[in-house]
């Protein structure tokens, strides 16, 4: 591997159409490549399997929270109406469990709310407002219209020559440098 330029990190393909994003990317992961990125505008079923995307603990998280939410909002009712102030009303009884479900709900909806957000948090490094791809001026098109493939100069593979040479001979519209 040749002495890469501080300053940069990484190359960018730019495609244009999902078909030849994802044969690109398979090109790119046959070559070796362990340290590249798809991007496009909507989700790609096949990129899942060529990137490693691995299935998350999130959800899992997720559940753990709602249930733990769930647990809490229920115990909070039942205590509230039959130990710390308990009061006959219309004749029902101090721990009427069907009172208590929209609550119970509710505390599930918002324990798994917020044990996602800080599990995204935790996992993504948020906040995380800046990366070097949105130095690439047509990156901007990724949200809309523009199909991209980054591979990060970091990788043991990249040789900023042999890299763009490999990118170029793909079915690219262009491809761009990206400086950090």
Not at 130 to 147: D, I, K, M, W
Not at 162 to 171: G, V
Request: glycine share 6%; proline share 7%.
């Amino acid at each position: 591997m040749k002495e890469q330029d501080p300053n940069l990190y990484g190359l960018m393909a730019e495609f244009a159409t999902p078909e030849s994003l994802v044969e690109s990317a398979r090109k790119i992961a046959l070559a070796g490549y362990k340290r590249f990125d798809a991007y496009s505008p909507f989700a790609i079923d096949e990129l899942d399997e060529i990137l490693h995307c691995e299935n998350s603990w999130i959800p899992r998280l997720a559940l753990a929270g709602g249930l733990s939410g769930a647990a809490f909002g229920f115990v909070l009712q039942h205590y509230a109406a039959a130990v710390w102030y308990p009061q006959i009303v219309a004749g029902k009884p101090f721990d009427s469990i069907p009172a208590f479900v929209p609550i119970t709900f509710e505390m599930a909806i918002l324990g798994a709310g917020l044990s996602c957000f800080a599990a995204l948090m935790f996992a993504y490094r948020y906040p995380h407002p800046y990366h070097p791809v949105f130095n690439v001026e047509r990156f901007s098109l990724a949200s809309q219209t523009g199909f991209f493939l980054a591979i990060e100069a970091d990788d043991p593979l990249f040789d900023s020559v042999q890299t763009k040479a490999l990118l170029d001979e793909m079915s690219s519209e262009a491809v761009y440098e990206i400086p950090k």
